[in-house]
């Protein structure tokens, strides 16, 4: 017989876990069902200990900056305590039962199990602490996404890394194969080579992290190579292989490159096919869950973070799982708007981007000016000296007089975003943003610099 509650939430990452507080916090009967760990991927595989690989690897970077301090670049770290840290504070069981101790305080009920629908408002949970749950308000799901593996023959027979399994290494392997050129793939390549392994990046598109700005894939990519990464670009894979000791990618014009480990960066994507959405009149095989503005995927069905569409990002989770739980609980507020979505590739130099690129502006038919301002000619940027790679990229629609899109690469790339993406959201006209006074000496300074290009781009 089934459980009688007022929502199900399948799927307790970033999103999932913040909508069930929520509602439960409100006094609501809320099941949250979890295949894995509480919090999802970022805390665990993802964001979290990532970047306390990034942080020990640019500690690395700016010591070797500077002349007696860390030796040379040929002086090769330990990689144990960074290893550690990471199985400590991140990847841990303990953190798990912290967090759904945490949720069942407020009342909620965690099912450990793969969750299904099974008609409206009906969700199955396998597994011994499952269950069978009818919920009189709705359902959400938020089961986030996996890592796409591509077609390349061979490489299912490979014994590949994904970015769970470079996060949880417990040594540096001597050389890496990087297949994927997006934001998983160059951070973690970047945070390898700097602790002594040889790293080749391989990225099928025409740039690194496509997604952005031409210029700042183009920064990015030349300082990897000047830090001795290898970067092929434009370079398509035809066949993997490995033989016991190293792996092969073999390319389209029959070149081989070869790699004590290969990690495979290639994206993510969401798997709807075992969720049972047929059985509320959705397509099971689609690539993500349409909903309209309050994150409705149907009658009394909620969906939110990467199943959505809208970015593999936590902080569009977070986003998302807000407006899921106001809808869910009759709370006013603002419907979705995805116009200032803020993005950002903790690689050094950092890339922050914010809105539509300059392509993405001009595919829209808006007749678009952009002002580019290189950080290093900046104030801040010539007392960095060494590291301060970096620009400010600002792409405005010249009718309206506001900004669509920015980026800002950088030491300080993501932090350097903020206000931009204000001033995307906020539709800020330029001409307001011209005459606002910027703090010296800041990196953030180098926007006011390219608001000036702005008036004689064409």
Not at 228 to 247: I, M, Q, Y
Not at 423 to 437: C, E, F, K, N, S
Request: aromatic letters at 4%; proline letters at 6%.
């Amino acid at each position: 017989m089934a459980e009688q509650v007022d929502v199900v939430v399948i799927g307790m990452g970033p999103g999932g876990e913040h909508i069930a507080g929520r509602l439960a916090d409100a006094g609501l009967r809320v099941v949250g069902v979890e295949a894995e760990l509480v919090g999802g991927e970022c805390p665990y595989w993802g964001c979290v200990p990532s970047k306390m690989m990034i942080r020990a690897g640019n500690l690395l970077a700016e010591g070797r900056r500077i002349p007696g301090m860390a030796g040379t670049a040929q002086v090769v770290p330990d990689w144990a305590p960074v290893a550690s840290r990471i199985r400590d504070e991140a990847t841990d069981d303990w953190n798990d039962q912290v967090a759904a101790d945490r949720f069942t305080d407020k009342g909620g009920r965690l099912a450990r199990g793969r969750g299904r629908l099974a008609g409206p408002g009906r969700v199955e949970v396998d597994g011994p602490r499952g269950g069978v749950f009818e919920a009189a308000r709705g359902v959400v799901i938020a089961t986030g996404t996996t890592p796409q593996i591509p077609p390349v023959p061979g490489l299912d027979g490979v014994p590949y890394w994904t970015n769970r399994d470079a996060v949880a290494a417990k040594e540096p392997p001597r050389s890496l194969l990087v297949l994927g050129g997006g934001s998983i793939g160059v951070e973690l390549a970047q945070v390898y080579a700097r602790f002594g392994t040889r790293v080749t990046v391989v990225e099928a598109m025409d740039s690194l992290v496509p997604a952005d700005e031409p210029e700042s894939a183009g920064l990015l990519a030349e300082v990897l190579e000047a830090e001795g990464l290898t970067v092929r670009t434009g370079a398509r894979v035809t066949a993997a292989r490995h033989d016991g000791e190293e792996f092969t990618l073999t390319l389209e014009d029959g070149e081989e490159l070869t790699g004590e480990r290969l990690l495979v960066a290639t994206g993510r994507r969401a798997d709807l096919s075992d969720l049972g959405l047929d059985t509320v009149g959705l397509d099971p095989t689609a690539r993500s869950l349409r909903t309209d503005g309050r994150m409705r995927a149907g009658d009394n069905l909620w969906a939110a973070g990467d199943v959505t569409g809208h970015g593999a990002f936590t902080h569009v989770a977070m986003y998302e799982g807000e407006i899921v739980a106001r809808d869910l609980l009759g709370e006013p507020g603002p419907e979705a708007d995805y116009r200032a979505l803020p993005r950002v590739t903790f690689t050094d130099p950092e890339i922050g981007a914010v809105g539509l690129t300059e392509r993405q502006a001009r595919d829209r038919g808006l007749r678009v000016r952009t002002g580019l301002a290189q950080l290093p000619s900046s104030a801040r940027g010539w007392i960095h000296k060494a590291g301060n790679q970096g620009l400010v990229k600002l792409v405005a629609d010249a009718d309206r007089g506001v900004l669509v899109g920015a980026t800002t690469a950088g030491p300080a790339g993501g932090e350097m975003l903020y206000g931009l993406a204000v001033a995307v959201q906020a539709q800020v006209p330029v001409d307001t943003l011209r005459h606002m006074i910027y703090a010296y000496p800041t990196f953030h300074r180098g926007i006011e610099d390219a608001l000036r290009a702005l008036r004689t781009d064409g």
